[in-house]
């Protein structure tokens, strides 16, 4: 008794700190994000989820078409022999490939439907679609006016995946692939770190997920690739999640489907190709971001509602006035902006009781809940509540002020997300020199039997570039090499000495525990 | 010599009324909306034929949306004993099943890959997703307060077809799925009801489609369904293509799925759930409904660019003012509001001929085509061209005049294409109350060895409701009864004696050749 009274109400059992994988699978239900299907590693995403998504979905479109790129559809299937044309490409896809081999369904011997109608060449159901897209890509370009070639496809894609955690890694997954044919080198590493900088903006100023963006070492690249980039996010258990990729392909893939063109003196040459994607892995990433003890938290420029307004009518004399008011509250503030859509208002009349439905909105990360009841409307009031802020911290606002400031005030949640992220991150984030230090950074601490406490963060250590002592470290501690920063972190401090192999190192590189 | 200087000069070889088959899949390669892709069946939807495909679905999400839908996603995957479910369900689809049988590849014994990880129950790529939604909404719906249950679903699926058409039939393809659940038969068929009109009203009023919505005959039923609705569209070979369905499916999949509830006496029992759905298919009768001799033909609302500019800038003085000019008009232009999106220009400063570049526009069925010349900025003028009037039509307009009337101009062009389509259909419908005239109707002209001339068209006759009839009429003439619509036509006489049996009727249905 005693200790439930000390700790405050949450809604989500168990705490971060208890068992965050647990806790991040309470978060997604409670939230009404999705829930796992029969379908072995395939989830289903609800409504709110889906919602989530298509605002990613709608901002990431924008960007993709600001700068030149157009949406095109290939097919599901692969032919396997397309496959097999790259060979580091399929060896990094073969274990993890639906296969379909029939197209039909007849009663067998027993009476139930067996697959028949054998296909002569197995289809794959595309884990990524260089292969299929090369092959277009090949009878589109001739010459170097049909470069540079810009395509983006929103997709599912299958990855057959032993240990799936919802949105994190599931069998099927909903994503953007961009595939670009070039003529130059030069112009091919620009398009891969031009659609990098996208994702950075993306993830920073739309998910107020700060992110790295760095180069893969060579032991992470896409299977096929000459260079991955990738952005790493910090999310609260300390871990990294490679929240997007992209990859310069060189000429691999032109070389691998044949994507020639005559360039301007005539000379029949390979193109130089990119592919970058994001997938709905993101929404994992801003879960794990921003949610708390109480469920999930939503910057205001992705939620699917900005405000949830209830009334309480249950002790008032008039409850039409009460909810006639709240309507009207609606209409004014759908008829604001908020960053290219309208304020979107959830307003919930449902016949439930008003504790059950704050904690339905607290639970779903609503920015803004605003609940009115006859005392608020009787002085022109309402009673607001911030996600940001703990769940029964209210205001009482007069009603034009609220209306007022409504958009100022989702900017600054969205703006303090950011902040308390990237404070977050530099909280964990520590240079280390020294191999002892380094192990001791990411040693388990010894807990009870329960999960293993939250503990590491990233570290920005100087690697001499050997990939066995990297293996090594991987191996030992499951501690991978994030990425090669591109931007100058604060924590560069130039050249300086692997810890490991005493070998002179050209800079610091993230060190971290991944997703 | 003397017959191509006779004919009219056509950007379409062959023209409809030599062959309309080809000229269909001509007019998508022309207009760059889609090709062929080497996987069987399955089509790449190009840049063009996508945004084509966005508009479409930007619109539709917004009508589902406003009726209260939301989207989600279930999975790809169906296992094959939840298709078995439902007996007449899987009987419907069992022949065209796409089979995963395998999840992973492995070297063979010749060294080629090959599929090995084999599953214990096979799973099925969905040709429609009831089953799995069903298994789900099993899983939501507990009471009454639960329904109704609005979904929606943007989604690839596959049927395993043999004959193949880009756009009408292809063994994948995009499309929307809807799924109710609702606590009563009234409702369902309410809403049954409502997304058909929906489909009606997009079809009329975005794509200047008229379409005759009704009731299928049993023989034309969903499998599994109680009653299936569709839209019926004629298209200018005269064949109806069926645009969307809207399905009633009673409690038969709530059974096969166990969608039980309490209602508000505390009973528990079954809900009543439909489906409905519209798929790429539309883009191919958008296609066939308008298009002409020289390619595509757009309707402004759903066209993907209103406007293409491009300057003449070979014999002028100063080509640089007649590109600044022209970017200066599409900046103009984009600033005005279209049926709620922006006027979308494509300004064309691609090194080609004029000639040529009018030809890529004329074929990609802009609406409205810009040309201007040194002559055309010395006088402040541009040459206008109309997509709904002979390509070689133009109009010198002050530029000023011409930027003040381009909506009002799009408006026009959009109505006159319904109302040509209206024309076009009652032109070849006909009411027929003889069995010979109905033959003679739909009897193929004797033509040259080529391709079969364009002939019959809808016929509303009697029809008693015989299925063996219908059946006959179907096997000896390839005619079927689109639909028993539910709108009162013009043609529409009451109750008479159906031709075929002279057994009494109640209302004339509608008989037509069909994709």
């Known amino acids: 008794m005693s200790s439930a009274a000390a700790k405050p109400r949450t809604a989500i059992t168990p705490c971060r700190e208890q068992n965050y994988p647990e806790w991040y699978q309470q978060v997604v239900r409670a939230a009404d994000l999705a829930e796992t299907s029969p379908v072995r590693g395939c989830m289903v995403i609800k409504p709110w989820g889906y919602s989530l998504w298509e605002n990613m979905q709608r901002t990431l479109d924008g960007m993709f078409k600001a700068t030149g790129h157009r949406n095109a559809y290939f097919p599901l299937f692969i032919p396997l022999s397309y496959l097999e044309r790259e060979a580091e490409h399929v060896e990094g896809f073969a274990k993890e490939c639906a296969v379909v081999t029939h197209h039909r369904l007849e009663a067998g011997p027993d009476g139930g439907l067996v697959p028949t109608g054998k296909l002569e060449e197995p289809l794959v159901v595309r884990p990524t679609s260089e292969t299929i897209i090369g092959e277009m890509f090949a009878k589109w370009v001739e010459s170097y006016r049909d470069l540079p070639l810009l395509i983006n496809q929103w997709a599912n894609v299958v990855r057959w995946e032993l240990r799936t955690r919802m949105f994190l890694r599931t069998t099927e997954f909903l994503w953007q692939e961009g595939h670009t044919a070039h003529a130059t080198r030069e112009e091919a590493e620009a398009e891969t770190m031009q659609m990098l900088r996208v994702y950075a903006d993306f993830a920073e100023n739309w998910m107020a997920m700060p992110v790295i963006p760095g180069l893969k070492s060579p032991a992470e690249r896409f299977p096929g690739a000459v260079e991955t980039y990738s952005i790493e996010?910090?999310?609260?258990?300390?871990?990294?999640?490679?929240?997007?990729?992209?990859?310069?392909?060189?000429?691999?893939?032109?070389?691998?489907?044949?994507?020639?063109?005559?360039?301007?003196?005539?000379?029949?040459?390979?193109?130089?190709?990119?592919?970058?994607?994001?997938?709905?892995?993101?929404?994992?990433?801003?879960?794990?971001?921003h949610s708390d003890d109480d469920g999930l938290v939503l910057p205001p420029k992705l939620a699917p509602a900005h405000v949830a307004i209830w009334p309480i009518t249950h002790k008032a004399d008039d409850p039409h006035a009460i909810t006639t008011f709240c309507r009207s509250l609606a209409a004014e503030l759908r008829a604001k902006t908020y960053h290219g859509r309208p304020v979107e208002v959830e307003l919930d009349e449902r016949d439930r009781r008003g504790g059950d439905k704050k904690w339905d909105w607290v639970k779903k990360g609503v920015p803004i809940r605003v609940e009115v009841g006859p005392r608020d409307m009787a002085n022109n009031v309402v009673t607001v509540f911030r996600r940001d802020r703990p769940h029964n911290e209210r205001a009482s606002l007069p009603h034009a002020e609220f209306v007022g400031s409504v958009v100022a005030t989702l900017d600054e949640m969205q703006d303090g997300m950011l902040a308390r992220a990237r404070a977050f991150r530099a909280e964990h984030t520590r240079s280390i020199d020294d191999a002892d230090e380094f192990r001791a950074f990411f040693a388990a601490p010894k807990g009870d039997d329960g999960p293993t406490p939250i503990h590491g963060g990233f570290a920005l250590s100087h690697w001499c570039g050997d990939a066995e002592m990297e293996a090594k470290i991987n191996a030992d501690l499951g501690v991978t090499i994030r990425c090669i920063p591109i931007d100058r972190l604060p924590e560069d401090d130039g050249p300086g000495t692997c810890p490991f192999t005493g070998k002179p190192s050209e800079r610091r590189v993230v060190w971290a525990k991944a997703y």
């Not at 020639?260 to 994001?278: P, R, Y």
């Open 233 to 289: 996010a910090m999310m609260q258990d300390r871990k990294a999640l490679q929240a997007g990729t992209s990859h310069f392909l060189g000429q691999n893939f032109s070389k691998a489907s044949d994507i020639k063109f005559l360039d301007e003196e005539g000379q029949l040459i390979h193109a130089w190709t990119t592919s970058w994607g994001v997938s709905t892995r993101l929404v994992g990433g801003l879960v794990m971001t």
